[in-house]
């Protein structure tokens, strides 16, 4: 399933439409969600984004506004339609979770560059380095920030390779934060769906 797409407004569900449709298919929006959630380690989540995540975004930030307008409209597809795959690539929302509030400020001083250091490794190619936060940088001198916005691009023959299925890891090399996992084949079929 390709989720790859174009969100415009002629495309979304008016505020009424959308209440209707939440109702009954908000428990699948959330179990695809949590199919393309990956846990790198105790303290890293990757959240890979589809059309449809960025679409319920969308359409759940114009329900909780109640927006209708479309200067508003476009304004919320401006700034989430960014983050869906182009069919070349994954996007992730990229998570450093930490419940006390002194362990976060102190990991968050140590985890400085972490997310240049995100990686996805198909078998047979080489590493894939993310390419973080596109839109303005999220760290300064003194820490990082909690979330990030991560894209992995994708050469041709390592597209190739995962609509294949070869084994896909997906890691990260930070001095800080070494962690690397094997991607599960029910999550890689997902993020496969991803890659025209």
């Known amino acids: 399933m390709q989720l790859t797409g174009n969100i415009t407004p002629e495309s979304l569900m008016s505020l009424e439409a959308y209440t209707k449709w939440r109702k009954v298919h908000k428990p699948e929006v959330i179990t695809h969600r949590k199919l393309r959630s990956v846990q790198l380690g105790e303290h890293v989540n990757l959240q890979f984004e589809s059309e449809t995540t960025i679409r319920y975004q969308i359409q759940e930030m114009l329900r909780i506004e109640k927006v209708f307008?479309?200067?508003?409209?476009?304004?919320?597809?401006?700034?989430?339609?960014?983050?869906?795959?182009?069919?070349?690539?994954?996007?992730?929302?990229?998570?450093l979770e930490y419940t006390d509030i002194n362990e976060r400020k102190r990991e968050l001083a140590r985890l400085i560059g972490i997310?240049?250091?995100?990686?996805?490794?198909?078998?047979?190619?080489?590493?894939?380095?993310?390419?973080?936060?596109?839109?303005?940088?999220?760290?300064?001198?003194e820490k990082t920030s909690a979330v990030h916005f991560v894209r992995f691009e994708f050469d041709v023959p390592t597209c190739a390779a995962i609509k294949a299925g070869a084994a896909v890891k997906i890691g990260c090399d930070h001095t800080n934060y070494p962690a690397h996992l094997e991607v599960s084949a029910d999550t890689l079929a997902s993020l496969a769906g991803d890659i025209a």
């Open 69 to 95: 307008e479309e200067e508003g409209i476009l304004q919320e597809i401006e700034a989430y339609a960014p983050l869906v795959p182009s069919g070349t690539n994954w996007k992730a929302t990229m998570m």
């Open 115 to 141: 997310e240049d250091r995100m990686f996805v490794e198909v078998e047979g190619h080489a590493r894939v380095y993310a390419i973080a936060d596109e839109d303005l940088d999220r760290e300064n001198d």
